[in-house]
């Protein structure tokens, strides 16, 4: 079955300052990966994703990823980051091809990311 | 309007009562996912529609949970005789296909508070 971590629950940073969110997840397979963003007050929305390809994903509003298949790993990560990131971040896995596991998204717990002004 | 609507955005129900959650998915979207996000937790899938065909619903958590999708556009999701640990946040997600390239688009989910 399907797993993905995230490292942290919160994560409290000073505006400029720089994010690393870790994400590891477990799957026999070749994935998808994902990074979802909800704003508060309002509905998941998709950041970035990696299909196939180059392994550094560049999102919306200065957000990247970079897919590390040895390590199983698609941490996201901004220069610098501004009070309006302040949000909860969310990694995603499904697998890549048709069959067992190759539509739903697998969820991790999330991270709470509040950027301190 | 362009996204996935849910429906009702907060239902408040009493143990053991009958509940009914809508979502109307983005225009001409196959795909149709229902998820379970309890607090603090990330969604976690309940079931898929492609079409009016429910494909997968092995993540529904007990036969108290049914979900229908008839004419393959607005899904239903109801629960009988709910119990206290149905309470979370229900999640519709549509895509024009389940697989290969194409992501999932959220609505804003119904919050159920069961007393």
């Known amino acids: 079955a399907q797993s993905v971590s995230q490292h942290n629950h919160h994560v409290i940073l000073s505006e400029a300052a720089s994010l690393e969110l870790g994400c590891n997840y477990s799957?026999?397979?070749?994935?998808?990966l994902f990074w979802y963003v909800q704003y508060p007050g309002q509905h998941l929305q998709l950041l970035l994703k990696?299909?196939?390809?180059?392994?550094l994903v560049k999102g919306i509003k200065g957000f990247e990823a970079e897919f590390i298949k040895s390590k199983f790993s698609f941490n996201l990560r901004k220069p610098s980051v501004q009070w309006s990131d302040t949000a909860e971040y969310f990694c995603?896995?499904?697998?890549?091809?048709?069959?067992?596991?190759?539509?739903?998204?697998?969820f991790g717990k999330g991270t709470k990311l509040s950027v301190i002004p | 309007g362009a996204g996935v609507s849910q429906s009702p955005r907060y239902k408040v129900a009493k143990r053991g009562q009958d509940v009914a959650l809508r979502c109307d998915p983005i225009?001409?979207?196959?795909?149709l996912f229902w998820y379970q996000q309890a607090l603090g937790q990330g969604p976690e899938f309940l079931t898929y529609?492609?079409?009016?065909?429910?494909?997968?619903k092995s993540g529904l958590p007990s036969d108290r949970f049914f979900a229908e999708r008839p004419e393959g556009s607005v899904s239903t999701l109801k629960i009988q005789r709910t119990q206290q640990e149905d309470s979370a946040v229900y999640l519709c997600?549509?895509?024009?296909?389940?697989?290969?390239?194409?992501?999932?688009?959220f609505g804003d989910g119904t919050r159920l508070s069961i007393l």
């Open positions: 997600a549509s895509s024009f296909l389940g697989f290969r390239d194409q992501p999932q688009h």
């Open positions: 990696y299909f196939s390809g180059d392994p």
């Open positions: 529609f492609q079409n009016e065909a429910q494909l997968d």
């Open positions: 225009s001409g979207h196959v795909s």
């Open positions: 799957y026999g397979g070749t994935v998808n």
């Open positions: 995603a896995v499904k697998g890549a091809y048709s069959g067992a596991g190759s539509y739903q998204l697998t």
